[in-house]
Nanobody, 125 residues
Framework: QVRLVESGGGSLQAGGSLRLSCAASGYGYSNYCMGWFRQAPGKEREGVARIATGGHSTDYANSVKGRFTISQDNAKDKLYLQMNILKPEEPALYYC??????????????????WGQGTQVTVSS
């Protein structure tokens, strides 16, 4: 059974940093597109960053470029999201997700079949 478990969320002040982790199990971690998404109350879920586990290519939402970094440890089947200079408008439930795609290029949100339960990030101004 595929399982994704996020951790690392918390409360912090604007301008601070936080590192989220996602532990993957139950499937071969290689050759997937792994992504981080977030959803704030009353808002649509949005993609934040993604990485192709096989080729390591990454891409980011424009709003987080230069501040967030997605990375992975294939040996440990773990995905990370380093978030720096967090903004007051960025508190949300952050999820990791997996799509059975070799490349992340053009992968729509509905293609992510596996989701974690989310980890809460709260940012105060």
């Amino acid at each position: 059974q595929v399982r994704l478990v996020e951790s690392g969320g918390g409360s912090l002040q604007a301008g601070g940093s936080l590192r989220l982790s996602c532990a993957a199990s139950g499937y071969g971690y290689s050759n997937y597109c792994m992504g981080w998404f977030r959803q704030a109350p009353g808002k649509e879920r949005e993609g934040v960053a993604r990485i192709a586990t096989g080729g390591h290519s990454t891409d980011y939402a424009n709003s987080v470029k230069g501040r967030f970094t997605i990375s992975q440890d294939n040996a440990k089947d773990k995905l990370y999201l380093q978030m720096n200079i967090l903004k007051p408008e960025e508190p949300a439930l952050y999820y990791c997700a997996a799509a059975a795609e070799i490349s992340c290029a053009g992968v729509p949100t509905y293609a992510y079949k596996y989701w974690g339960q989310g980890t809460q990030v709260t940012v105060s101004s």
